[in-house]
């Protein structure tokens, strides 16, 4: 079992930065693809990001590439997400996920472990 933990999220304007932090616990991270979904309320959960343990590749989809960035500390137990130029589409509860192979990236239910989120709200 792996248990994690969301922080970091919080009120921003349009064009500001954040960066959440997933705390990972019950196993070592290191053998686990890591991923970020988000959710608005109605909608179903969209993938936003993902680390892969092997070869080491992050993939994101369109609607955030070149702002978002996954990155990953192994010996902390952690991973991170650096949202920039932030804008109100971005508004949403931001969950991590853990799985622990490299298939469905963008399908939840392909994801075994999650955590409660954090919420993120853009202003304008």
């Known amino acids: 079992q792996v248990q994690l933990v969301e922080s970091g999220g919080g009120s921003v304007q349009a064009g500001g930065s954040l960066r959440l932090s997933c705390a990972a616990s019950?196993?070592?991270?290191?053998?686990?693809?890591l991923g970020w979904f988000r959710q608005t309320p109605g909608k179903e959960r969209d993938f936003v990001a993902a680390?892969?343990?092997?070869?080491?590749?992050?993939y994101y989809p369109d609607s955030v590439n070149n702002r978002f960035t996954i990155s990953r500390d192994n010996a902390k137990n952690r991973v991170y997400l650096q949202m920039n130029s932030l804008n109100a589409e971005d508004t949403a509860l931001y969950y991590c996920?853990?799985?622990?192979?490299?298939?469905?990236?963008?399908?939840?239910?392909?994801?075994?472990?999650w955590g409660q989120g954090t919420q993120v709200t853009v202003s304008s």
């Open positions: 996920a853990a799985k622990s192979d490299n298939v469905n990236l963008r399908t939840p239910g392909s994801w075994a472990y």
């Open positions: 019950g196993r070592t991270i290191g053998t686990y693809t």
């Open positions: 680390s892969m343990w092997s070869p080491g590749n992050t």
